[in-house]
């Protein structure tokens, strides 16, 4: 799972496996498969075929909720770990699309134990698509596991959303799919949402759900907040744990 954006930005209500349950088979209008308003709608038992193409990305419409300016660095901080998310001034063309990279490490009592490389792409309504990643685990300096690294295209990988352009209550999308390795859902919750972190105190945010069948029973809450991002993350079922944004850098 792409834990702090999901990492970054990849969890505040006790909800339980009652929480996962419901986001699992919630069904809105606009979850009703993949449209304009929500390209990558995920829908339980439905195949997945997202409305992606990548003339649609000319034209990019920043985000809000989930701003990619080069130079941005966000720090967060929960139990043991320190991550650092950082927005490149380094681009890859995926699939004629010009994706920017986002780097996020994961360090657990001063040590590097994860270490990963995003490729997000903005189309030209805000959506913000993930469209892969290079991912490496560690232990004593070594690498131990790159699963879940995946990029689309490639051996049958396809992109999902990391932040819709116009999130809406009960709106469920898949963040990424590569079948046994790749497979983030999320659903937005709502907005309105109040939080003080070490970075300061947020309100207005939008609250989503996000939780894999890779790892059933575990679901976190994430909070955004406009012209931020990701401020707060608390897992809500299946274990505990929480991650809060406290400084964010603008680094060369």
């Known amino acids: 799972m792409n834990r702090a954006l999901q990492p970054i930005w990849p969890l505040k209500l006790a909800v339980g ?26 829908v339980e038992g439905q195949a997945y075929d997202p409305v992606f193409d990548a003339a649609n990305f000319a034209d990019p419409r920043p985000n809000p909720w989930f701003p990619l300016e080069p130079g941005t660095q966000w720090i967060f901080e929960g ?17 004629g699309i010009t994706a920017i990279v986002v780097t996020d490490q994961v360090f657990r009592n001063g040590e590097l134990v994860e270490d990963t490389v995003d490729w997000y792409g ?26 879940g690294s995946w990029e689309t295209g490639v051996n049958g990988a396809q992109p999902g959303i990391i932040m819709l352009a116009d999130p809406q209550p009960d709106d469920q999308y898949r963040q ?17 949402e109040a939080v003080t ?22 679901a976190e809450h994430k909070w955004y907040a406009q012209g931020v991002g ?6 809500v079922s299946g274990g505990s744990g929480s991650l809060d944004l406290v400084e964010i850098r603008t680094v060369p």
């Open 17 to 42: 496996a009652l929480a996962l349950a419901t986001a699992l088979a919630s069904c809105s209008a606009y979850s009703a498969g993949p449209s304009a308003h929500n390209p990558a709608a995920y």
């Open 79 to 95: 139990g043991d770990e320190h991550v650092e998310v950082t927005v490149t001034d380094q681009t890859r063309d995926i699939g």
């Open 122 to 147: 903005i189309d030209n309504t805000g959506n913000v698509w993930y469209l892969g990643e290079v991912t490496a685990e560690y232990e004593n300096g070594q690498v131990t596991s790159t699963a």
């Open 176 to 192: 990424e799919y590569l079948s046994g390795e790749a497979e983030d859902l999320a659903r937005i919750i709502g907005t309105g």
């Open 197 to 218: 972190v070490p970075a300061g105190s947020y309100d207005n945010l939008l609250l989503t759900e996000e939780w894999t069948p890779l790892d059933q029973g575990v």
């Open 230 to 235: 990701f401020v707060h993350e608390e897992t």
